[in-house]
């Protein structure tokens, strides 16, 4: 089955979405291309978006689709993918995810696991505090840098 192709509406339509948020970036990779997106001037609410477009390779590997929102909301702390690679919640397939929303972690806490040529390196919390949401699916792609979860430090 074909993966459907995202058209000029579809791209219209997500850029409405993220129009109305703080956010100035995604980044949307697949098997077939990587969109990125980037709010100019800024970074206001409501400023003008930029496209680019990189197509994958006829023959490169299969890629999890990957939307990482680059930007963090006030009060909140981004954990950052150390390195590029793929990104991981739980330790094996069908393992329960090292955290869930709501979990309460400390800096030392590993959280995930990004792999890097087949090396498996750990991610870990960074800060003390509760996980109130995680950006990157399991097995998306991810940058090194990139947003993965974002924790609320405790006061």
Same mark, same amino acid.
């Given at each position: 089955?074909?993966?459907?192709? !995202?058209?000029?509406?579809?791209? *219209?339509?997500?850029?409405?979405? !993220?129009?109305?948020?703080?956010?100035?970036?995604?980044?949307? *990779?697949?098997?077939?291309?990587? !969109?990125? !997106?980037?709010?100019?001037?800024?970074?206001?609410?409501?400023?003008?978006?930029?496209?680019?477009?990189?197509? %994958?390779? &006829?023959?490169?590997?299969?890629? %999890?689709?990957?939307?990482?929102?680059?930007?963090? +909301? #006030?009060?909140?702390?981004?954990?950052?993918? +150390?390195?590029?690679? &793929?990104?991981?919640?739980?330790?094996?397939?069908? %393992? %329960? #995810?090292?955290?869930?929303?709501? *979990?309460?972690?400390?800096?030392?806490?590993?959280?995930?696991?990004?792999?890097?040529?087949?090396?498996?390196?750990?991610?870990?919390?960074?800060? &003390?505090?509760?996980?109130? &949401? /995680?950006?990157?699916?399991?097995?998306?792609?991810?940058?090194?840098?990139?947003?993965?979860?974002? /924790?609320?430090?405790?006061?």
């Amino acid at each position: 089955m074909n993966e459907p192709f !995202l058209t000029p509406e579809d791209i *219209a339509d997500i850029v409405a979405i !993220l129009d109305g948020s703080d956010y100035r970036e995604l980044d949307v *990779a697949t098997a077939r291309f990587r !969109l990125t !997106l980037r709010r100019e001037g800024g970074g206001e609410a409501g400023g003008r978006w930029s496209q680019e477009w990189q197509w %994958a390779a &006829a023959n490169g590997p299969a890629a %999890a689709v990957a939307a990482v929102i680059q930007d963090t +909301p #006030p009060g909140l702390v981004a954990v950052a993918a +150390p390195l590029p690679g &793929a990104f991981y919640r739980a330790p094996a397939p069908g %393992a %329960a #995810p090292f955290v869930e929303i709501g *979990a309460h972690v400390d800096g030392d806490t590993v959280v995930g696991i990004v792999e890097t040529m087949k090396l498996m390196n750990p991610v870990h919390a960074g800060h &003390a505090g509760e996980v109130v &949401a /995680i950006v990157a699916d399991n097995g998306a792609m991810v940058e090194g840098g990139a947003t993965l979860m974002h /924790i609320r430090p405790h006061a």
